[in-house]
Structure formats: structure tokens, C-alpha cells
């Protein structure tokens, strides 16, 4: 079974919500690029499993995660402006704490 | 001259410099989809333009966009979980405000 890269945008008002689904995302060896965005290769059933995951964690709460697939050729084309970020999760508070590279 | 999707997301710490992008990605004709994140068709040209302002409006700050080129494939195979928002700015304030579908 292939693996397929995935980008993962969310918009979560919750502070405690929107800690849960990056640790989530983490836990499935997904990449933090940026506040609200993780990118990383999931194998179709771990796909399956984080959107139940997600969902269980989201209910019927006014909050939005957004899943693109990004095949080699579209993930060959991103640009980035700026300077990359790199987040980790505070050991203590589990707040996102932003790494500069 | 055809036109390529695009999903352009960001990390900006900044609130003027956020707004300065957000409004300029709107200007673009692009679709506010969540708080950090504009999605919508650009020909290659405008896609250009759109990278010399956001440089331009960038600098040398420690802030970030991420454009991704998504493909019909890519576009047809995203997940969505929990609620859409639509975003639009506010007339006095400037500030995104999100109305929910």
C-alpha cells in the first residue's frame, strides 16, 4: 500500500481543541510547517484512521480542518515567501512554541 | 494563458502585516477559506505578481506563505472536517470576520 502526501489546514477558535488535533496530526508523523499546518505521507488506512480520529475530536463544534492530497507534481510547485518556521510542542504547557531555522 | 489552482496559507505573527496579505490575496480574486488560508484559480502571470507583492510586503520579517499549485486531482480529492467558515473582511475595522455557512 502506497503512501500519499498530504497538507492539513486547520482553523480552530479552542486553544484546547485546536492543541489536540496538532498533537494528533504529530502522532501521525505528520510535519508542523506552519501555526495551523501540518504536511506529511500517510498511507491510505492512516488516512482513514486520522479522519475518524479528527472527527471524534471536532463534534459538532463550529471549527474547520481542511485535508488536500498534494501528488509529486504539486508538491514539486510550492513556493514559500518568508522564512520557514519550525514549531514544536512545549514540553510543559504542550502550546506550540515556533523554532526559527 | 490557462489558469492553475492554487492554496496559499500563512504564518504571520504580525496583525497589520496579516491583514496587509490577507487583503491583497482577496484583490487576487482568491476565495478566504479559513483564517490563514485563500484558495482560488490564478493564471501564471498574476501568480507572479502575486509573489513580488507578497516579497514586497514580506521583507526580510520573520513571517511565512506557503503556495501550493493543486492539481484537478488534488482538488477533487479533499477532506473536509467540521463546518466550513466564509471570511470576509470588515468594512471599518479591516479585520477578518468569519461569517458561518
Chains 1, 2 share one sequence.
Not at 504547557?93 to 531555522?101: D, L
Request: overall charge positive.
Amino acid at each position: 500500500m502506497r503512501f500519499m502526501r498530504y497538507l492539513v489546514i486547520y482553523d480552530i477558535t479552542d486553544d484546547n481543541l485546536r492543541l489536540r488535533v496538532a498533537e494528533t496530526l504529530k502522532d501521525y508523523g505528520l510535519s508542523h510547517i506552519q501555526y495551523s499546518a501540518f504536511v506529511g505521507a500517510l498511507r491510505r488506512n492512516k488516512l482513514n484512521s486520522l479522519m475518524v480520529d479528527l472527527r471524534r475530536l471536532i463534534g459538532d463544534a463550529t471549527e474547520n480542518v481542511q485535508i488536500y492530497p498534494l501528488c509529486d507534481a504539486c508538491f514539486r510547485g510550492r513556493r514559500m515567501i518568508g522564512k520557514p518556521k519550525r514549531y514544536e510542542l512545549d514540553e510543559e504547557s504542550g502550546k506550540p512554541k515556533a523554532a526559527y531555522f
